[in-house]
C-alpha cells in the first residue's frame, strides 16, 4: 500500500530551527510537496520537490532524497506564526496526491 | 495567480436539507478540481475528483448520491450534500490543478466551507 510517515506534533521556540521530516512509500513518485495549513484554514503551498537535494525559499526550505524515499522540511528563525500544521503529500504515479496526516508544530516564546 | 474560491465560507443548516458550495479558480483555468472533507484534528480526506465536463471519481465509501458534484467549467466546480445529516458537518475543501508540469501538478486550495448541519 501507499503510506506517508511524519510525526504528529513537534515543538520549537521562537527564533530557533526544526526539521520537520517525512518519509514515504508510493506507488511512483512524481514529486513531493509540502503545504502549510492554520487551524480553521486551508492549506497552503509551500515547496515542490521532484529531484534530489535542497530547495530553498526564504526561511523555509525543503530536502527530498528518492532513493531513501524521504524528505524534510526545514523552517529557520522561527516566528510565532509558523505555529501551524504541515502537510506533506507524494504525487504517485496516477498523478494523485496521496497526503500524510501532518504535523502539528507549536512555536513557543 | 493560481487563487481559488469557495463560497460560502460557512453555513449552518438544518438536517434533511441539501447545501451547495461552490469552488472557483480565479485566474486559471483548472484541468482538475478535488474536494476534501476534514474533521477536527484529522488530515485531509479526498472525497473525489472531478474533470471538467465528466463525471467525478468518488473515493471509496464516499457516497455518490449525497454528495453531488458537478465541474461545469474550467472554472467552476460545486459540491451538493444532499440530505444533510449532523454527522455530515466538517469542514469541506475543495482544490484546483492547474495543468501543465513541475509544481503546477500541485493543488492551489480554496479557503474551506465550514459546513454545520443541526
Known amino acids: 500500500g501507499q503510506n506517508i510517515d511524519q510525526p504528529t506534533e513537534m515543538t520549537a521556540t521562537e527564533g530557533a530551527i526544526v526539521q520537520i521530516n517525512c518519509t514515504y512509500q508510493?506507488?511512483?513518485?512524481?514529486?513531493l510537496f509540502w503545504y502549510q495549513q492554520h487551524a480553521g484554514e486551508a492549506p497552503t503551498f509551500l515547496s515542490y520537490n521532484v529531484l534530489d537535494g535542497l530547495e530553498e525559499k526564504g526561511r523555509f526550505s525543503s530536502f527530498l532524497s528518492r532513493s531513501k524515499g524521504y524528505s524534510y522540511l526545514l523552517l529557520k528563525e522561527l516566528q510565532m506564526k509558523d505555529s501551524a500544521s504541515y502537510l506533506c503529500?507524494?504525487?504517485?504515479?496516477?498523478?494523485?496526491?496521496?497526503w500524510g496526516a501532518g504535523t502539528k508544530l507549536i512555536i513557543k516564546p | 495567480g493560481a487563487v481559488v474560491s469557495q463560497h460560502p465560507s460557512w453555513v449552518i443548516c438544518k438536517s434533511g436539507t441539501s447545501v451547495k458550495i461552490e469552488c472557483r479558480s480565479l485566474?486559471?483555468?483548472?484541468?482538475?478540481m478535488f474536494w476534501y472533507r476534514q474533521f477536527p484534528k484529522q488530515s485531509l480526506m479526498l472525497m473525489a475528483t472531478?474533470?471538467?465536463?465528466?463525471?467525478?471519481?468518488?473515493e471509496q465509501g464516499v457516497e455518490k448520491d449525497k454528495f453531488l458534484i458537478n465541474h461545469a467549467s474550467l472554472t467552476l466546480s460545486t459540491l451538493t450534500v444532499t440530505s444533510a445529516h449532523p454527522e455530515d458537518s466538517s469542514f469541506y475543501i475543495c482544490?484546483?490543478?492547474?495543468?501543465?508540469?513541475?509544481?503546477?501538478?500541485?493543488?492551489?486550495f480554496g479557503p474551506g466551507t465550514r459546513l454545520t448541519v443541526t
Open positions: 482544490s484546483a490543478r492547474r495543468g501543465g508540469g513541475g509544481d503546477s501538478l500541485g493543488q492551489y
Open positions: 485566474d486559471f483555468q483548472a484541468t482538475t
Open positions: 508510493t506507488s511512483g513518485f512524481n514529486g
Open positions: 472531478s474533470n471538467e465536463g465528466s463525471k467525478a471519481t468518488y
Open positions: 503529500a507524494v504525487m504517485d504515479s496516477n498523478y494523485q496526491l496521496i
